[in-house]
Nanobody, 129 residues
Framework: QVQLGESGGGLVQAGGSLRLSCAAS????????MGWFRQAPGKDRELVAA????????YHADAVKGRFTISRDSAENALYLQMNSLKPEDTAVYYC??????????????????????WGQGTQVTVSP
């Protein structure tokens, strides 16, 4: 099991920036692939970005491409999401997710919600017009 804890959410005006962090513990950090999901009120949870265990491969959803950047720091056992040029439609609860990834898939990221085994509690991001 991996324990995950998000931080960094808050209220920001449109055009502003936030950096989300996710602290991971319980497994060797380099053995887990990770992702960020979000869920807006009345909507399904959706993938925002994903990154391989090696950090060599990353994916960003079209809605955030060019504005958000996912990264990870093995020294800190942490996952990050840098969010720039925020829009009101980015308002959601943001969740960190993790799953074990075998060494032979070290450059693979995972896109489906049901591929992830562990989830954080979420952090609220609200973007005002």
């Amino acid at each position: 099991q991996v324990q995950l804890g998000e931080s960094g959410g808050g209220l920001v005006q449109a055009g502003g920036s936030l950096r989300l962090s996710c602290a991971a513990s319980g497994r060797t950090f380099s053995s887990i692939a990770m992702g960020w999901f979000r869920q807006a009120p009345g909507k399904d949870r959706e993938l925002v970005a994903a990154i391989s265990r090696s950090a060599r491969s990353a994916y960003h959803a079209d809605a955030v491409k060019g504005r958000f950047t996912i990264s990870r720091d093995s020294a800190e056992n942490a996952l990050y999401l840098q969010m720039n040029s925020l829009k009101p439609e980015d308002t959601a609860v943001y969740y960190c997710a993790a799953r074990l990834s075998p060494a032979y898939l070290r450059d693979t990221y995972y896109l489906k919600e049901n591929e992830y085994e562990n989830w954080g509690q979420g952090t609220q991001v609200t973007v005002s017009p």
